[in-house]
Structure formats: structure tokens, C-alpha cells
């Protein structure tokens, strides 16, 4: 998982894995990855007015971490309904959402261009 997300978001990507449940996995972790937007801070910006100091949130991740997809070790009981034996064999899956990776790869900042029907955003890819 990390050499995928440093070869294709860049070699200062992080990676990180969380606890989670997804019922054909065992364990299951959900792939997190710095925001390349905000390098991971999840702030936007930082700017000094007088005596405010304004700070906007990174609207990409809000955190400096943004989800990609889930990944875990195939429960045994699914590959027993494949007739395949856990205890010789075992199997790892992952998904990552698509939208997520391209808006990284590209820096989109709203997931919801991707179903506005505009044919303008698309042409871009």
C-alpha cells in the first residue's frame, strides 16, 4: 500500500491503516493517506489580518488525512464457500474509491463535480 501510494500520489505520501469491520475481512482496516492539498496539515491556509489570525480548513480532508478504500486478510469462511482451504491458502482484499484517488491525483476539491453531468469538468480528463 505504500509503495502504490507513493509511486502514484508522490514519495511524501504517508500512509496510515485503521481498525475497522467489514464482514468478508479479517482483520479489516480502512487506507488512509496525507492530503496532497494541504500536505497534510488539513489546513488550507493561514493568513494574518491585523489582529485576526484566519485559518480555513482544507475542504478536500478537513484533517490532513483523506480515506481511500478498505483492505484486510479474507476471512476463512469465504474461502471455504470457494473450496479453497484457509488453512493452506489465505487472501488479502482491498478497494480504494476511485473518485477519492483521482481527486487526489488531480486536486479536485468537491467529489460532487464528478455527478454534476457538466461535460466541462470531464473534458479535462
Given at each position: 500500500l505504500d509503495?502504490?501510494?507513493q509511486s502514484y500520489f508522490g514519495p511524501e505520501t504517508k500512509?496510515?491503516?485503521r481498525p475497522h469491520h467489514f464482514q468478508f475481512t479479517e482483520p479489516s482496516f480502512e487506507v488512509d493517506v496525507t492530503?496532497?492539498?494541504?500536505?497534510?496539515?488539513?489546513i488550507l491556509r493561514r493568513a494574518s489580518f491585523a489582529q485576526d489570525d484566519l485559518t480555513v480548513k482544507c475542504k478536500i480532508c478537513k484533517s490532513g488525512w483523506l480515506e481511500l478504500g478498505g483492505t484486510g486478510m479474507v476471512h476463512p469462511n469465504v474461502l471455504k464457500e470457494g473450496n479453497i482451504n484457509p488453512n493452506e491458502f489465505s487472501g488479502w482484499a482491498f478497494g480504494f474509491g476511485i473518485e477519492r484517488v483521482i481527486m487526489m491525483k488531480y486536486g479536485i476539491d468537491d467529489i460532487r463535480n464528478y455527478y454534476t453531468g457538466d461535460i466541462r469538468f470531464l473534458k479535462q480528463f
Open positions: 509503495y502504490f501510494n500512509t496510515r491503516l492530503c496532497s492539498a494541504c500536505n497534510g496539515t488539513g
